[in-house]
Each structure stands twice: as structure tokens, then as C-alpha cells.
């Protein structure tokens, strides 16, 4: 008897070790790609900014009390409220939480940083990340 439950106690153990392991190769991804939209919105790259994002038209965005649907229309969105260098200033993420929804989905809760010469911009966001063909992309967005 005492030998099953070591072997379930290890069982156990593992178990959570690759769970674990999943989820910080998960979050390790999520933030990497969170990463490269700063360097890219920095370098006023805001093409780069959107490789982020789910390209569909079923991307929603959510902002203002305003709801976009569409990768096209958000990208056409940020060209027209960025209009250039003096607008997308330097972006940096502050990540608050991470959170897994379930295998194939987290929400990112963290604040933006833009500093810029037209005047700084800061708020709060909520992302959903979902594992779409094997990669993370940014399914819904939710900024204030």
C-alpha cells in the first residue's frame, strides 16, 4: 500500500512538472511576442506592431466604448490615431498577470507606457492570447 501511494505521489509530481513546464514555455512565448510588438510600435513599425494579432476578421478590439472587429480595420485604426513617429513614441508593457484560460489560451492583464513628443499616453489593457496553427497570436484586445 505505501508503495502505491510513492507511486502516485510521483506520478503526481511529474504531472505537475510538466504542466508547469508547459505553461512557463507558454507564458515565455507570449511575453517574447509581446516584446517584439514594443520594439516594433518603438520603431514606429506599426505593420510589425499587428504580427502580434490574429489576422482575421474575426480580431476584435475594444477601446473608447467602441468595438472593432478585424485585423485590416484595428491596423487602419492605429494608422490614423499614429500617424507617425511624434504619435508611437516608445511603447513598454508593464505585465501584471498572466493567466491561462485553458490549453490553448491565456489573458494578459498589464498597463501600456507610451512616451512621446506630442505627449505621453498611459492605460491599462487585457489581451487573450489563443495557440492558433502551433503560435500564440492576440485573439481579443481591450485597452483604456
Not at 505537475?16 to 517574447?32: G, P, R, T, Y
Not at 491565456?106 to 505621453?120: A, C, E, F, I
Amino acid at each position: 500500500m505505501k508503495t502505491k501511494s510513492i507511486q502516485l505521489s510521483f506520478l503526481f509530481s511529474i504531472s505537475f512538472l510538466f504542466v508547469s513546464i508547459a505553461q512557463n514555455s507558454d507564458e515565455k512565448a507570449i511575453l517574447e511576442i509581446m516584446a517584439q510588438q514594443e520594439k516594433a510600435w518603438s520603431d514606429g513599425n506599426l505593420e510589425g506592431f499587428m504580427q502580434g494579432y490574429w489576422k482575421s476578421d474575426s480580431l476584435t478590439y475594444y477601446s473608447g466604448a467602441r468595438i472593432t472587429k478585424g485585423w485590416q480595420t484595428t491596423l487602419d485604426n492605429y494608422k490614423k490615431g499614429y500617424p507617425n513617429k511624434d504619435y508611437t513614441g516608445t511603447l513598454n508593457f508593464t505585465i501584471d498577470q498572466i493567466t491561462q484560460i485553458n490549453d490553448g489560451a491565456y489573458y494578459v492583464m498589464g498597463q501600456y507606457h507610451l512616451k512621446r513628443k506630442v505627449g505621453d499616453a498611459n492605460g491599462t489593457f487585457m489581451i487573450i492570447f489563443k495557440k492558433i496553427d502551433r503560435v500564440w497570436k492576440i485573439v481579443a484586445d481591450s485597452s483604456c
